[in-house]
């Protein structure tokens, strides 16, 4: 079944991001993606999103559905037949608060999508997140809107930062069962009205990027948070990706 395009206001997305080794990021992701590399380091994180108004294209906004939710993404690459190198963002896990949402993941959503618990507090000045989902996966995140990005290692200010996240704008996960070797779900976040803002980690905690069995002592380190507020979006399915590489006829 093809998902259908959807419309929604992204009412906050904030964009956490880790610097990581390239060879741990790489044992983890599926054909044929490879980690994208920002000065020799891979890119990984976590999306805390709400959404608002979300429907399919041609439904009033009043329709649409509210929820919280989270995505653990790496920025990946990997070859177009077509079109060259390619750039994205896969998508391990996804977490949301809402039942709808988890229900018909994979259908009328992208990805599959497990139940999360979210507590949110903010304010024009301040963000917190925290999510305990069912499956054992914790994130807590609090941090100031600030003027400027300062103390990042992979962007180096705000406007670096906002282009490398506007042209990963393609989301792949996994298109069926855990090891089912399925082609990839692909789903394009489209909007005219981009526009982030700079943040300071207060504290940042991952079930995942802190895991020692998943991430070795030293090879994922926070970097940099940003915000995105009361933005339009549409979001376009792709053609499925296969999940192993295309061999060229001899």
Do not use: I, K
Request: proline share 9%; hydrophobic share 45%; glycine share 8%.
């Amino acid at each position: 079944m093809v998902a259908p395009q959807l419309r929604a206001e992204v009412e906050r997305r904030l964009l956490l991001t880790w610097r990581a080794d390239p060879d741990v990021v790489g044992r983890l992701l599926p054909e044929p993606f490879r980690p994208q590399l920002v000065d020799g380091a891979a890119v990984v994180g976590v999306c805390c999103l709400r959404l608002g108004a979300v429907r399919p294209r041609g439904l009033p906004a009043a329709v649409g559905v509210r929820a919280e939710n989270a995505a653990h993404r790496v920025a990946v690459v990997w070859d177009d037949p077509a079109a060259g190198e390619r750039t994205g963002v896969w998508v391990p896990q996804r977490h949301t608060a809402s039942r709808l949402v988890a229900l018909a993941g994979g259908r009328l959503f992208p990805g599959r999508q497990a139940r999360a618990r979210f507590r949110v507090e903010e304010t024009d000045d301040r963000v917190h997140v925290a999510v305990e989902g069912a499956d054992g996966t914790s994130l807590a995140a609090d941090v100031d809107v600030v003027p400027e990005l300062l103390g990042s290692a992979l962007f180096a200010d705000l406007d670096a930062a906002s282009r490398f996240f506007e042209a990963g704008s393609t989301g792949w996960s996994a298109g069926g069962p855990p090891a089912s070797g399925a082609d990839h779900d692909g789903m394009r976040l489209e909007t005219d009205a981009w526009r982030v803002e700079a943040c300071r980690a207060r504290e940042v905690r991952s079930s995942l990027y802190d895991d020692p069995r998943a991430f070795p002592p030293g090879t994922a380190r926070f970097d940099s948070a940003l915000l995105m507020r009361r933005v339009p979006v549409t979001w376009t399915p792709l053609a499925p990706l296969p999940a192993r590489p295309v061999v060229a006829p001899a």
